[in-house]
């Protein structure tokens, strides 16, 4: 009986001690702090290129704006129909953004325009088309994108240690490289009016407000 009974008590232990090793091996990579937790990082070649992402499609989406007029900042040519600004975030460095509220070294940003349909039975100056899917503003094709990438080590004086690179003012394919832009391109914009925000602008962006309890 004594036997019996201490191959009960064994079997219980074991039992209990492998839900308490799974247990603890499943919540390790929740509960890792996030100043250790891997952020994806870019890819530079010897000259100071980045190789630019091909996958952002990927990343996670945080919000659209839409540009009327004016000029296209990968390029300062004018913009003769609207240009419709999507927004990615590399996943890692959204997941460290969501849960801090600060962006970790190596985020990489992407911010891709497509330009507003200019079909026949489009408004000429609202842009707005009548199909038989319904009445709205639909994209006509990709335009290129602008790339941010915030790193300390290659970036020491750049505000925020955040470099600029784009595509250019081209539909894809896009080339697989580019060179960092000057200052007076891109990240002046972001030091006037974003040097509150670490100079990325979150606070224009609905998928990075972290009171919505709909962003995860």
């Known amino acids: 009986m004594k036997t019996k009974m201490n191959k009960i008590c064994f079997f219980i232990f074991s039992v209990a001690m492998t839900f308490q090793t799974t247990s603890a091996f499943a919540s390790n990579a929740s509960d890792k702090p996030m100043d250790i937790r891997p952020i994806a990082r870019a890819t530079f070649r010897a000259d100071g290129a980045v190789k630019l992402p091909g996958d952002f499609h990927h990343w996670v989406h945080v919000g659209t704006f839409v540009k009327e007029s004016g000029t296209n900042i990968f390029d300062g040519s004018k913009i003769d ?18 849960e801090t509220g600060k962006w970790a070294d ?59 690179f784009t595509s250019g003012n081209v539909k894809p394919p896009y080339p ?23 100079f990325v602008f979150a606070a224009q962006k609905i998928g990075l407000d972290r009171s919505n309890p709909n962003n995860p």
């Open 81 to 98: 129909a609207p240009l419709i600004g999507n927004t990615y975030i590399e996943p890692s460095a959204y997941r460290y953004y969501m």
């Open 106 to 164: 190596g985020s990489q940003i992407v911010k891709e325009f497509t330009a507003a349909e200019k079909d026949k039975n489009c408004d000429p100056v609202s842009h707005v088309c009548k199909t038989p899917l319904g009445t709205a503003i639909y994209q006509e094709n990709y335009t290129g994108f602008g790339y941010m990438v915030k790193d300390k080590k290659r970036f020491p004086n750049d505000a925020g240690n955040w470099a600029f």
């Open 176 to 198: 697989e490289t580019a060179q960092k832009l000057p200052a007076a391109q891109c990240s002046a914009c972001h030091i006037a009016h974003a040097s509150d925000q670490d």
